[in-house]
Structure formats: C-alpha cells, structure tokens
C-alpha cells in the first residue's frame, strides 16, 4: 500500500498558528512581543530569499522582525560588534545570523559570540551541550522539525529503531540527540558506515540527511517504515531529495515530499525557538 504522504507545509501553518495564538497571549499578559534579529552579509540569492521567507513568517505570526544587511567585505570586527549590540538590546529575542558567511568571516567565532538564550538556531555551543544533558531549551530548528512531523504523522518514536543518514553538526548530530530523548535506539550512518543498506533496512524511523540525490533506494527502506527526507537537491528533474521518494513510497508507512516535507518546518521551528526565547525573559512563575 502506497504510503501517507507527510504535509510539512499543513504542519508548519499549524504550528505558526499555536505560535501566533501564544504571541496574543504574551501581548496581553505582559505587554511583551517578541523580536527576531536576522543579519544578512553579502548578497547570496538563496540566502536572501530564506532571510525573505523569515521576515514574512515573522508578520505572520505577530513577531517583530529587524534585518540587518551588511556589506560582502564587512570585517570579522564589525559583525561581532553588530551581534554584541543586538546580546544588548531588549527588544530583540532572538538572533539569527545567515549562512554561510564570506569566505573572510569565521562564522564560529560569530556563532560563540550570540548570547545562548538569544541563539534560536540552537548552534551554540552551550545550547549543543544543553541538548546533549537532555535540556533542550532551543534544539536547531530542522531537526526540532523532523521531530514534530514524525510526533504529528504518529509515528511510534518510543523503543523504535531510528536511523539517521548523515552526521552534521546542523541536522544529523542534534537530530540523533532529538530521537534519543524521544527513546529512540539511535543509529547515526555516514559516509564510513559498511552495510549502509543493511543499517537503514532495520530502520523503524529512517532520517537522510546527506545531500545526495535519491541516495536511499526502496530496497533501503523497511516495510512500515516512517521515513524523514531532509535533503533538497537541484537537478536536471527539479528538486529531489535525498530519498528515492516513488520506490520508497511503496514500503513506507508515511514519509516526507521534497519540497513540501521538512523545508516548511525550519521556519515554523524558528518561530518556536523565537517565542520560547522571549518567553524566557520573564519570571519562571509568569510564563
Ligand atoms: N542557512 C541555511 N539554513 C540556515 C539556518 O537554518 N540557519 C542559519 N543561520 N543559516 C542558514
């Protein structure tokens, strides 16, 4: 039986309507609406149309949105001193720096420099570590998002085998931490991995993120399977994921489109991240 195909896109609206529905209470309550800093240097094209894309979903939902677009050959001192301003300022609760950065910039130095409680791309350090401990205040926004399509498709996460194709510090790394405090038994396959089609055919919960067009063959999947397709890529026939999406859809029990599964949900998760972030500016007691 051909699978149920998983609608980030319905997802993701939901989960910006709760967000919105939670910013009317933090307006009336405390007076309080919540900012999102996002820095843009150079002119990259996609990079502009994500830095679009999160300023529309920041109307959407009630948010304040602040851009700040810097010059290509901005210097390493002058974007620090940006994020310091913005750790500073109490209107802005979250930042997000886009990337990649110019070649010139050290994006980690940029990333250790955001204030963690401020850092709704969850890739600080001290966030990393939060969600290593089980405390994850603000997971990054893709993997949070994998996690909500499988809880909302009801996939079954407790005891399930859930493997993860790929080993970033953006997606397949915080994703395997995610899975885990969900009890799954996690895998995490690479590159290295022998027998990648033996290890993702034990897969309850199949996760790939690897950048490489329909590299998970039907074979690769398990009959009943949930299966998670994180991969965008751009090729002669469009855009195709890194799942072979017609073959896999015949063992699935539910799996993601590309586009229309996962790219939907980074947002709708930074959203989250942005609203939680605020929402821990005030005292425990008022939240
Ligand atoms: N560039 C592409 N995706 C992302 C993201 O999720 N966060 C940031 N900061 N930059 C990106």
Redesign the pocket.
Do not use: G
């Given at each position: 039986m051909a699978a149920e195909i998983i609608d980030g896109k319905q997802i993701s609206a939901d989960i910006r309507a709760e967000v919105a529905a939670e910013v009317k209470k933090l307006k009336s309550k405390h007076g309080l609406t919540p900012g999102l800093a996002v820095v843009l240097v150079g002119e990259d094209p996609a990079?502009q149309v994500?830095v679009r894309n999160k300023e529309s979903a920041c109307a959407e939902v009630g948010f304040n949105s602040f851009k700040f677009e810097l010059p290509a050959d901005t210097s390493q001192e002058k974007l620090m001193d940006l994020v310091y301003e913005l750790n500073n300022r109490d209107d802005i609760h979250g930042i997000?720096?886009?990337?990649p950065l110019p070649s010139q910039l050290d994006s980690a130095e940029v990333l250790l420099a955001i204030e963690p409680n401020k850092d709704v791309?969850g890739f600080h350090p001290v966030n990393v570590g939060r969600l290593a401990v089980g405390q994850a205040t603000m997971p990054p926004?893709?993997p949070a998002g994998c996690v909500e399509l499988l809880k909302r498709s009801g996939a079954r996460l407790e005891g399930a085998n859930a493997v993860i194709v790929g080993r970033s510090n953006i997606v397949g790394k915080p994703a395997a931490l995610l899975l885990l405090a969900e009890n799954c038994t996690v895998t995490i396959a690479h590159s290295k991995t022998r027998d990648l089609a033996g290890v993702c055919r034990g897969a309850d919960v199949l996760v790939a993120a690897v950048g490489v067009p329909k590299m998970i063959t039907g074979d690769m999947v398990k009959e009943g399977a949930t299966v998670i397709d994180v991969g965008i890529n751009r090729t002669d026939e469009g855009l195709v994921g890194d799942v072979d999406f017609e073959a896999a859809r015949e063992k699935a029990r539910a799996i993601t489109p590309v586009p229309g599964g996962v790219g939907p949900m980074?947002i709708a998760m930074l959203m989250k991240n942005t609203l939680k972030a605020t929402q821990m500016t005030l005292p425990a007691q008022a939240r």
């Open positions: 990079s994500y997000l720096v886009q990337l791309d926004c893709t980074t």
